[in-house]
C-alpha cells in the first residue's frame, strides 16, 4: 500500500505561485509513474501531469503547459507540482496519484491507470 498525503495548496492571487507537494508512505514510490489531477466544482477530475519513474520523461496537459512543472525527489519518495502565473481556472482540489506503470512508454493521463490517490489540496486563485 502506498499512502499520498498532499500539501502546499492556499489562496492565492491571480498570477501568482503555488508548489505542492506530495510526500508518500508505506512503500517507495521510486518504480510508480506520478500524475497530478485537479477537480473544479461541478466537474469531472482532470489531468494536470505526470512524470515517469526516474523523472526522466514528463507531460503536462495543454492548459498548464508552460505554466506548471511536475519534478520529484525519489531520495525523499516525494512529488512536486510548481505552478506559476496561476489563474482563476487553476480553482480546484488538486490530488496526486501514483501508477505502477512507472516505466510504460506512453503515460497514464487518466484515473483509471493510477493505483492510489491523495485526498487532496485546496488551490484557490482570486482575480
Known amino acids: 500500500q502506498v499512502q499520498l498525503v498532499e500539501s502546499g495548496g492556499g489562496l492565492v492571487q491571480a498570477g501568482g505561485s503555488l508548489r505542492l507537494s506530495c510526500a508518500a508512505s508505506?512503500?517507495?514510490?521510486?518504480?510508480?509513474?506520478m500524475g497530478w489531477f485537479r477537480q473544479a466544482p461541478g466537474k469531472e477530475r482532470e489531468f494536470a501531469a505526470v512524470?515517469?519513474?526516474?523523472?526522466?520523461?514528463?507531460y503536462h496537459t495543454d492548459s498548464v503547459k508552460g505554466r506548471f512543472t511536475i519534478s520529484r525527489d525519489n531520495a525523499k519518495n516525494t512529488v512536486y507540482l510548481q505552478m506559476n502565473s496561476l489563474k482563476p481556472e487553476d480553482t480546484a482540489v488538486y490530488y496526486c496519484?501514483?501508477?505502477?506503470?512507472?516505466?510504460?512508454?506512453?503515460?497514464?493521463?487518466?484515473?483509471?491507470?493510477?493505483?492510489?490517490w491523495g485526498q487532496g489540496t485546496q488551490v484557490t486563485v482570486s482575480s
Open positions: 496519484a501514483a501508477a505502477a506503470s512507472g516505466a510504460a512508454v506512453i503515460l497514464p493521463t487518466t484515473p483509471a491507470r493510477y493505483d492510489y
Open positions: 512524470i515517469n519513474w526516474s523523472g526522466g520523461r514528463t
Open positions: 508505506g512503500r517507495t514510490i521510486s518504480n510508480y509513474a
